[in-house]
């Protein structure tokens, strides 16, 4: 009996999930009946360590008929924890202390219990000592920028084959460097 209900849920979940629009990262699909009043675009940092304390920026659609000052919470897991709008279509809220592993993530009314308001996605923690401070300080502040990893990725690239362009053309000469190739040369 236990087994038939089993395959009974997941046959119902598998028919809700088809049924509703499908995002890259989604984790189980809402609740039937559960009312979709914002749509996540995009969330950084999508993991933390299990320390907490990130600040999560999430992009998104409020949908029409979200109530106006209807306080917003973000849902870790099972931790609700407060979110504020800092401009039309984006949020801010801070990821709680959490075991490592993957956890749901979305958006839910203040005091609504937890109910999904939002599409689910989801969040990973990670383990304290796999994470190297600098390279999540280094995520914080291309977040704060409002550089994307992908941005990042191509500046890189474009630095170093601007690097690699003025080694040629400095070394291009003599076979002897001298000491770091000292500031003369004027043009």
Request: glycine share 16%.
């Amino acid at each position: 009996p236990a087994a038939a209900a089993a395959q009974l849920r997941a046959a119902a979940a598998a028919l809700h999930s088809r049924s509703n629009r499908v995002h890259r990262g989604q984790v189980p699909a809402n609740p039937p009946g559960s009312v979709v009043l914002w749509e996540i675009n995009d969330f950084s940092p999508e993991w933390d360590t299990e320390s907490g304390g990130a600040k999560v920026i999430i992009s998104g659609t409020p949908r029409p008929g979200l109530p106006e000052g209807l306080h917003l919470c973000c849902v870790f897991g099972q931790v609700e924890v407060p979110a504020e709008q800092i401009s039309l279509g984006v949020l801010r809220c801070r990821a709680p202390p959490h075991p490592p592993g993957r956890v749901p993530f979305y958006i839910s009314c203040l005091g609504g219990g937890k109910r999904p308001a939002s599409d689910i996605r989801t969040f990973e923690y990670r383990e304290v000592g796999t994470v190297n401070a600098r390279d999540r300080r280094a995520a914080e502040v291309r977040l704060a920028a409002g550089v994307t990893e992908r941005d990042f990725q191509l500046r890189l690239v474009h630095l170093l084959i601007g690097a690699d362009r003025s080694s040629k053309h400095q070394g291009g000469g003599s076979g002897s460097g001298g000491n770091g190739g000292g500031g003369g040369g004027g043009g």
